[in-house]
């Protein structure tokens, strides 16, 4: 029996994953500040719920040498996080380190447990959730934005480190997803008609984004497919809004990009 470690696990794609992994048969380890959010995944088969706060290095450290030592984990999967929706100027200095403390740095310090196992048994895979933020950058999204390229920069980097290794690294990114996502900043005064483009714009046509249970999905296709593959959207919409950013010279989007959300004509 396979077995995936995730963080994060106690609403949204993080707990949707740790349900479908379940159903397929692996062993899940689901992590998450308050275990009693997980107390309908504990009532499922091969499901070991774990405490971390991954702002708390000390119960990260403690955490993930349990379960290490307990279990032969094949996949680690890096979910917590959250988002802050805000101009620049308005994120206050303490928002900005909590967010970069939970989306960065605490994703770090889980990475750093589990990367001398791997390397020791010479498999496993590392997935990552990002956002397309990360990859396009977005108005209103400086601070998630930064923090989720940021993420995106470490599996980049970390891929070639443990490639020689026979340990897979993997980017999942999500657009918008019809999910329960803690955004508890949000602040589009003086931008209301770009915020409501933008939304537009990663809607693309729909009447509402896309379910979590087509990025649980992609997730367990990353996480045994076998490819050398390191970005993987999680869902149709992302993967076309993804395709066409990349297809794009970055210049030509920014100009093109700006008067959509602003609504002005091209000179």
Not at 51 to 67: F, G, R, W, Y
Not at 75 to 84: K, M, P, R, T
Not at 130 to 157: F, H, N, Q, W
């Amino acid at each position: 029996m396979k077995t995936i470690f995730i963080t994060g696990a106690s609403s949204g794609i993080g707990k949707a994953t740790a349900e479908y992994f379940a159903e397929k048969g692996w062993q899940v380890i689901a992590t998450m500040r308050n275990l009693t959010k997980g107390e309908d995944l504990a009532k499922l088969p091969n499901v070991i719920i774990m405490p971390l706060d991954v702002t708390n290095s000390k119960q990260i450290h403690e955490t993930c040498q349990e379960a290490i030592s307990k279990y032969d984990i094949d996949v680690l999967f890096n979910n917590a996080g959250y988002g802050l929706m805000a101009p620049m100027e308005v994120a206050t200095e303490e928002e900005i380190h909590q967010l970069f403390n939970t989306d960065v740095i605490g994703t770090m310090l889980v990475t750093q447990e589990f990367i001398p196992y791997f390397k020791k048994r010479e498999s496993g895979t590392i997935l990552t959730t990002t956002s397309l933020a990360g990859i396009i950058a977005l108005p209103l999204d400086g601070v998630y934005g930064a923090a989720k390229r940021a993420l995106t920069s470490m599996c980049e980097s970390i891929y070639y480190e443990l490639k020689p290794f026979n340990v897979a690294v993997k980017v999942m990114i999500p657009g918008g997803t019809h999910t329960p996502f803690q955004v508890p900043h949000k602040d589009v005064t003086g931008y209301e008609k770009a915020s409501e483009n933008q939304r537009k714009y990663l809607l693309d046509g729909n009447a509402q984004f896309p379910l979590a249970d087509e990025a649980v999905e992609v997730i367990y296709t990353a996480a045994t497919d076998g490819k050398d593959k390191i970005h993987y959207p999680t869902d149709r919409v992302c993967q076309k809004l993804y395709d066409q950013y990349m297809n794009t010279n970055i210049e030509d989007f920014k100009i093109d990009f700006y008067h959509l959300l602003f609504e002005t004509e091209k000179h």
